[in-house]
């Protein structure tokens, strides 16, 4: 039994195709209706649910061993006195195979699926909801991922009179119904029950054995050894997303640092791969065992909290004045002394510490990319988020580990001069310009407003600027050699710097810096904008709309939109249109690239301000609601007080995804029109996105 729960567990956690911070959802999409259209007080009626599964996919039925591994299909009723549940569930002719993986016999349903469930109608307005519980698998990949519905029925038309006959059968009795040509659709329900009771059949009509019995053979074939080849996709989808997350600016103050810490060690190589191996043993510990713990709620904090930015932005502010020479860096005489009688090893804590400050801040920009991992660890996934992380953080350890051997390298060539100490304080110029991504994270988070994007490109150029005429000799630290002719490679870098500089100067009054999107704080920070268009550009919004938090948040291209939830809908009701919600974050550097290279383009802006209601909900944000809005979460039962909190927690519960950005096409009621998109960089698909959610709702 424990073999087969933990099989089942590693089974459920989801993949992502596209972005690795996806959270998938299950791969059905379900309707509810009546049997028939109208009924008396007194008669039974069945409610029919109807499961379109995916292409490739299958669900488990509801009549098979429910100890024998897969997550078996259940309706959770929420308990009132308008309707009484008759009988068993009935599934619909389910087909029928044996899986090894689990040493027995499963029914599933591929395509279509349909349950049956007989009720008694007991009052004229009979209140029918409560929600679902299944699993949907692959035929491909082997991947399965559980899925949860809220569901509710309505329509039914109650008629005078008494029943005529007594259609109720005995408990634990299988009953069938025939479909009347006229069905009633049924609304889907956010609320979730309060009281309930579980309907779960084990006994039901097997009239599809025989067919089940034909394709068997064909089934398994496909399904071989799918477990391992989900671990190993799984695997390599970690790590690549691993190496896509050393991109983000968060990791690359730390590669200066790693350079300049290993130049002068001793056994270097061999403290290399103690780096290496240290750096994916604290990044798995981390995001398994406190994850679990703490949920997504971790990688958040660490992401958006001023107390881990600000501590990042001293450290490497710090270890940009050591490089260029204010001060070095040395441990404790007395630690050293210690070390110095264990000659084997020395300087591994060292090693360790340089270990543990990557792992932490690459958690402050991979959080979203890890974020699948952290939901799985906290729903009570234990096998995947090991394997994910570890080979997540494996991404991270094998370039940081070259990086680590390649000062020995370097330490190997002729000497020439002081060229090493001007390659350490290059690194420290780079240093103080990155240090300062991580104040800016929290200034924006927190609306302190004192590194707004004049003040931050201010501080680029003035620090390039420094650093090419550094490279041209103009300057000297403390301990550069006399420079007495310029190299040709000093010369070459110089002439980038100073490019680079001239480039971020119309930053400062509104050039768009497209190459620099995510690095630097959102254009509508500026206090002078000659780029800033408003003549011309007619309004998103009626005249005289109240819109909550817009004194907080603006969006990009004099766009204009929400920035609540309820307050989007209830407009896109009154306009009629479809809502486009933006799940971002003042530090989602994703975010801010979407926005300066897919939103600038005038056939996806066209459709922003003519066929959506805009609404954007930052995730990160830290201001407090007054208490009367408080709320506890049903998905980790914590009380979200913050903008932040509560659109984070609207992403995961309503919309099944913690990954930003993340663009949601909804109806007036939230309900989605068509798959969402997240981070892609190329406008014609973002555009026929757009376009194809105003399609779906124009059929609504």
């Known amino acids: 039994m424990k073999r087969r729960l933990l099989i089942s567990l590693v089974l459920c956690l989801f993949f992502s195709q596209a972005v690795f911070a996806q959270l998938q959802k299950a791969k059905a999409h379900w309707t509810y209706t009546f049997s028939k259209p109208e009924a008396k007080k007194g008669e039974t009626v069945d409610l029919v649910f109807t499961a379109i599964v995916d292409k490739d996919w299958y669900i488990y039925s509801s009549d098979f061993d429910p100890d024998l591994g897969p997550m078996l299909t259940t309706f959770n009723f929420e308990k009132n006195n308008t309707f009484e549940v008759v009988g068993k ?218 107390i881990p930015n600000l501590l990042f932005f001293a450290i490497f502010f710090v270890f940009g004045l050591s490089f260029l020479g204010l001060f070095e860096i040395v441990l404790p005489s007395g630690f050293v002394n210690k070390m110095d009688q264990k000659a084997d090893q020395g300087g591994y804590a060292g090693v360790f510490f340089m270990a543990f400050t990557l792992v932490l801040v690459s958690f402050s920009c991979t959080g979203p990319i890890v974020g699948s991992l952290l939901v799985a660890s906290a729903g009570g996934e234990v096998v995947k988020p090991i394997i994910g992380m570890a080979s997540f953080s494996a991404a991270f350890a094998i370039p940081f580990t070259l990086f680590a051997l390649f000062p020995q390298w370097l330490k190997s060539l002729p000497k020439s001069g002081g060229w090493l100490n001007t390659v350490k304080v290059v690194l420290g110029f780079l240093e103080l310009a990155l240090a300062l991504k991580f104040f800016s994270i929290a200034d924006q988070v927190y609306h302190w407003r004192l590194l707004d994007r004049e003040v931050y490109l201010a501080f680029w150029i003035v620090i390039f600027g420094l650093l090419g005429f550094y490279l041209l000799g103009k300057i000297r630290t403390p301990h550069d050699s006399p420079l007495e002719k310029v190299s040709v490679p000093r010369l070459l870098l110089s002439i980038v710097t100073f490019t680079f500089v001239v480039y971020m100067i119309p930053g400062m009054w509104g050039a768009p810096l497209k190459a620099l999107a995510g690095y630097l704080p959102p254009q509508s920070t500026l206090d002078f904008d000659l780029n800033k268009r408003t003549a011309g550009i007619a309004s998103n919004i009626a005249p005289g709309e109240t819109r909550k938090y817009a004194d907080l948040f603006h969006l990009p291209h004099e766009l204009e939109g929400f920035f609540d939830y309820k307050d989007a809908l209830a407009y896109a009701k009154k306009v009629n249109k479809p809502v486009f919600i933006d799940f971002t974050g003042h530090g989602c550097v994703n975010c801010r690239e979407m926005e300066a290279r897919v939103w600038v383009d005038p056939a996806v802006q066209q459709r922003l301000r003519e066929d959506y209601v805009i609404v954007a909900l930052y995730v990160d944000d830290k201001t407090e609601l007054p208490e009367a809005s408080w709320y506890t979460s049903k998905y980790d039962n914590k009380v979200k007080k913050t903008i932040g909190a509560q659109n984070a927690d609207l992403q995961i519960v309503k919309y099944n995804n913690n990954a930003q950005p993340h663009y949601c096409l909804v109806d007036h009621e939230g309900n989605l029109l068509v798959k969402p998109k997240n981070y892609d960089l190329n406008p014609a698909n973002f555009a026929a996105f757009l376009d194809s959610g105003k399609a779906a709702f124009g059929k609504k």
């Open 89 to 306: 569930l009935k599934p619909q002719n389910p087909k029928e195979k044996f899986e090894e993986v689990w040493g027995g016999k499963v029914r599933y349903f591929e395509g279509k699926g349909v349950f049956k469930q007989t009720i008694k109608i007991l009052a004229d307005n009979p209140v029918i909801k409560g929600s679902s519980e299944y699993q949907t698998c692959s035929h491909v990949t082997g991947l399965c991922i559980p899925g949860n519905d809220d569901f509710e029925f309505k329509g039914l038309k109650v008629v005078a009179g008494a029943a005529t006959t007594d259609t109720q059968p005995k408990v634990g009795q299988t009953t069938s119904s025939t479909d009347s040509s006229s069905e009633v659709v049924a609304t889907s329900s956010d609320q979730p029950a309060d009281t309930s009771i579980t309907i779960n059949a084990g006994d039901a009509d097997t009239s599809a054995q025989a067919e089940a019995a034909a394709t068997l053979s064909q089934t398994l074939s496909s399904e071989d050894d799918s477990d391992d080849k989900s671990l190993w996709g799984f695997a390599l989808a970690a790590f690549l997303s691993g190496l896509v997350a050393l991109l983000t600016p968060c990791v690359f103050p730390i590669i200066p640092m790693t350079v300049s810490y290993f130049t002068n060690q001793e056994k270097g190589k061999l403290k290399a791969f103690i780096y290496g191996i240290s750096i994916v043993l604290i990044y798995t510990l981390i995001g398994t065992v406190v994850s679990r713990l703490n949920g997504p709620a971790f990688a958040n904090f660490l992401s958006t909290h001023w």
